[in-house]
């Protein structure tokens, strides 16, 4: 069945060698957003998104995708509303994508991949004292997640704000982080609107290095988790 395959994925995925499904996983993510399985949820706000880009520290490599990481030590780059019952702060943003333009993505929208998908990630830090804690928590992460499409335009990688498309409509599910831990702590936000970059920027993704210096080289590609089961869960639309 559907399930088994999931499982075997996981197993056979390169970057997932370990046996990395959590064990009476619910909701794990990514999923595949079939569009006319989503329910309009009228109750579901715009998200308010506020980032200040002084707050951008540093970017690095961490072995699966690199990050931007940001200062969250106050309340200056934060988003609230949508499905979100608190404030949440931005803590880093890092990307997905594939060797080719042809898979990338970790969500697909009606089983389609985009070539890679950006994840803007915050925590709760209204209810959390650290992002360590709130990684263990339902309510603990918010993942804006926001698909790339290829056309030729730039993006300024430091100033989050101009990596959102302008449409506010998104889709919504109760999911996990997913790489390690896996932690089932994450409200997706997944943006219904795609933003463009240009193949440049793609290829400059692909010249990345899972490896570090001395190892024998592996190119950071495919660095996405295969889809995993919806069971009993639903995703809402903020958009009829
Ligand atoms: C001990 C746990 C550690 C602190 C967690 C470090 C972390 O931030 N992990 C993370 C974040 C986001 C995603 S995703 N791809 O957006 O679902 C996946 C993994
Ligand atoms: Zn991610």
Known sequence: GACCSYRLRNALHPLWQSPLTIPGGTRQSPINIQ???SV???VLKPLKISYDPATCLHIWNNGYSFLVEFDDSADRSIIV?????????LKQFHFHWGAINEWGSEHTVDSKF????????????????????????GDGLAVIGVFLKDTVIEFDVFDPSCLLPPCPDYWTYAGSLTTPP?????????????IE???????AFRMLLFTSDGEEEKRM?????????????????SFQ
């Open 114 to 137: 985009y070539p890679a998908e950006l994840h803007l990630v915050h925590w709760n830090a209204v209810v959390y004292p650290t992002f360590e804690e709130a990684v263990m928590e």
């Open 35 to 37: 569009w006319r399985d």
């Open 81 to 89: 509303g949508g499905p979100l019952e608190n404030q949440y702060r």
């Open 221 to 237: 590609v495919d660095n996405f988790r295969p889809l995993q089961p919806l069971m009993n869960r639903t995703v809402r639309s």
């Open 197 to 203: 970059v240009d193949e440049n920027q793609l290829e």
């Open 182 to 194: 896996l932690t089932e702590s994450v409200t997706w936000i997944i943006k219904k609107q795609p």
């Open 40 to 42: 309009y949820d009228p």
